[in-house]
């Protein structure tokens, strides 16, 4: 088990993984053979979660896994079990509320006994012409190719939702940041996860565990979020374990709008402000939002380079709606992904560095205080001393997994 080796091989997995856990995925030549599962039978009526099909992408034998990671020395002999990846599609709800079809991948190690589930959000994937990028394409240079297979042949299930705009349902614009999706869809590729565990006699042990930076970070709350509100009934979280994350949306727009510093977000905050514009059905012209020619410039690309300065980015009427709180549309599409403010139950750590320039220390700051003095007794802040948003991963990556390992003991 990965957590009872030496700090040496912990660190060669960490540095490993961290490098792997930010990085976009490469393309890969497959050479294994695509065999179809058994498709469930759609209701007239289909509800979320429902498994769709399943397609087996291939077998990995712990010497394929650490063929992966041979560059890591010592990191081989953390692999325990081989794995299969299969791609699983599901129903799931668009932002507009009508049933899609969305996929993602599982990871299943081979081993007669009972595992948990682990559920993975990916960080941000921006779109890509030249094909799909998501978990369920198991690219070779990807996250979930290596890093989180080696996660699984510890001894987890891993669902790796790609989340809508990405895999089958990639044809539907990504709601980039938008909480209710993001966890809608995650928590519907953990029930067709279940599903198809049940049809393959892959034994679960009832515990779940939720992880994901950046983006994955953000998810992963807004995940934990809504099973704790609303789907208790359905799945308990054993632990949640989400780094750097933009929980708390409001108070990142006025820091965004209020800064005369440059920022080198703020062309993925754009993708951001697109997203709520069209999901929120505020639906202005992106003039309202950004000054020329840069809103020309986005309405052709929203992905193009834009000025570090928000003053010269954003318009001044849409900066002054914003901080003197008047834009009461866009306040409201702010408030709406505000998940810093609530009462988990289940244990919580926020891991987020210190100094991350690209997603504040200050939201995971803002949700331990607030969790706190909501009454929250298993909330802890888990500072990464000194570390930005890319430097932190490796810590993070080392960190979370000793975080879940305390309450998988059965891996121990």
């Not at 497959?30 to 759609?42: F, G, L, R, W």
């Not at 668009?94 to 595992?115: F, H």
């Amino acid at each position: 088990m990965i957590f009872n080796k030496s700090r040496f091989q912990l660190r060669s997995l960490a540095w490993f993984l961290g490098l792997t856990l930010l990085v976009a995925p490469a393309p890969s030549c497959k050479k294994d053979v695509t065999q179809p599962e058994p498709t469930a039978t759609t209701p007239s009526a289909p509800q979320t979660g429902q498994l769709l099909s399943s397609t087996l992408i291939g077998e990995y034998s712990t010497s394929d896994l650490a063929g992966r990671i041979a560059e890591v020395p010592l990191a081989g002999a953390l692999i325990k079990y081989p794995i299969k990846a299969y791609k699983l599609t599901y129903n799931t709800l668009n932002t507009d509320g009508k049933v899609i079809t969305a996929s993602g991948a599982l990871l299943v190690p081979v081993v007669q006994q009972p595992l948990a589930l682990l559920s993975y959000q990916h960080g941000t994937i921006q779109p890509s012409s030249s094909g799909d990028n998501g978990p369920s394409a198991y690219r070779q240079g990807s996250d979930i190719w290596s890093a989180v297979s080696v996660l699984a042949s510890t001894g987890y299930i891993v669902s790796a939702p790609d989340y809508i705009g990405y895999g089958a349902s990639k044809a539907y614009p990504h709601p980039y940041e938008h909480a209710a999706s993001l966890a809608s869809a995650s928590l519907d590729m953990m029930r067709a996860a279940r599903h198809f565990c049940e049809q393959q006699k892959v034994q679960l042990n009832q515990k779940n565990f939720l992880l994901g930076y950046s983006e994955g970070g953000f998810a992963t709350l807004a995940l934990h979020k809504l099973i704790e509100e609303k789907y208790a009934n359905e799945f308990a979280v054993t632990a949640c374990a989400p780094g750097a994350g933009a929980y708390h949306k409001s108070a990142f727009a006025e820091y965004i709008l209020n800064s005369d510093k440059p920022l080198n977000f703020l062309s993925t905050y754009v993708w951001v402000l697109d997203t709520y514009n069209r999901v929120y059905g505020i639906n202005r012209l992106l003039s309202y939002y950004f000054k020329a020619p840069y809103a020309t410039q986005l309405q052709a690309n929203m992905f193009s380079d834009v000025p570090d300065y928000p003053s010269q980015l954003f318009t001044d009427s849409f900066r002054s709606g914003v901080l003197q709180k008047t834009d009461a549309k866009m306040l409201a599409a702010f408030r709406d992904n505000d998940i810093y403010d609530w009462k988990p139950t289940a244990p919580l750590a926020l891991f987020h560095g210190t100094a991350d320039d690209y997603v504040p220390f200050f939201n995971s700051q803002d949700a331990y205080n607030a969790m706190q003095a909501r009454g929250a007794k298993q909330v802890e802040l888990r500072p990464i001393q000194g570390g930005n948003h890319f430097t932190s991963v490796a810590t993070y990556t080392l960190a979370v997994y000793a975080f879940i390992s305390q309450y998988n003991t059965e891996l121990k």
